[in-house]
């Protein structure tokens, strides 16, 4: 049964960096795709960018340039990096795993609630 | 740039009546659309993929039809527990992505 598993800072003050990690448990890392997509209080949900397992990286254009993804392969996990967040940054985030880029995400981690508050 | 409008915004059904949520696209992507249910606390589930399938352990009281820009989420009689948010999403413009704003379907 595959499980994604995710952690980081739950409260950040305007301008820091956002960090989140995501580790696959009861399945392969190799050969899938690894997403990042968050929901805001009140907001759908939003695409924050991919990676796959060889580290080639898709990211949301309105968010590309404060986000960098990243994979560690030995331990099975991802993260995300999110630059400069303000308090429109504050959401729920979930890592999610899809077979292809043309299938959908059939596995969800938990979420991690970040708020960003002065 | 592929857009994904969803409606109703908010679908207000009682238990047991069939309730209908729209999904259009910008432009034309086949079948390649997924419907998920984000109840809230609890992970997104995937319900349908390729338009019309449904995921491994889905009630057939949901069902998914459509193709090009329009599409259907069809749940046949709600259940209490379907009550909560759906998203349509495609993944047929690699490599970007994109969901619906979501529906809500709220206990009448």
């Known amino acids: 049964q595959v499980q994604l598993q995710q952690w980081g800072a739950g409260l950040l003050k305007p301008s820091e960096t956002l960090s989140l990690t995501c580790a696959v448990y009861?399945?392969?890392?190799?050969?899938?795709?690894w997403s990042w997509i968050r929901q805001a209080p009140g907001k759908g949900l939003e695409w924050i960018g991919e990676?796959?397992?060889?580290?080639?990286?898709n990211y949301n254009a309105s968010l590309k340039s404060r986000v960098t993804l990243s994979v560690d392969t030995s331990k099975n996990q991802f993260s995300l990096n999110l630059t400069s967040v303000t308090a429109a940054d504050t959401a729920l985030y979930y890592c999610?795993?899809?077979?292809?880029?043309?299938?959908?995400?059939?596995?969800w981690g938990q979420g991690v609630l970040v708020t960003v508050s002065s | 740039e592929l857009v994904m409008t969803q409606s109703p915004a908010t679908l207000s059904v009682s238990p047991g009546e069939r309730g209908t949520l729209s999904c259009r696209a910008s432009?034309?992507?086949?079948?390649?659309l997924a419907w998920y249910q984000h109840i809230p606390g609890q992970t997104p589930r995937l319900l349908i993929y390729?338009?019309?399938t449904r995921a491994t352990g889905i009630p057939d009281r949901f069902s998914g039809s459509g193709s090009g820009t329009e599409f259907t989420l069809t749940i046949s009689s709600l259940q209490s527990e379907d009550f909560g948010l759906y998203y349509c999403?495609?993944?047929?413009?690699?490599?970007?992505?994109?969901f619906g704003g979501g529906t809500k379907v709220e206990i009448k």
């Open positions: 999610a795993r899809r077979t292809t880029v043309m299938t959908p995400f059939r596995y």
């Open positions: 009861g399945g392969s890392f190799r050969g899938y795709y």
């Open positions: 990676m796959n397992s060889s580290g080639r990286t």
């Open positions: 432009q034309s992507i086949g079948t390649d």
């Open positions: 390729d338009a019309s």
């Open positions: 999403q495609h993944y047929n413009n690699w490599p970007l992505l994109s």
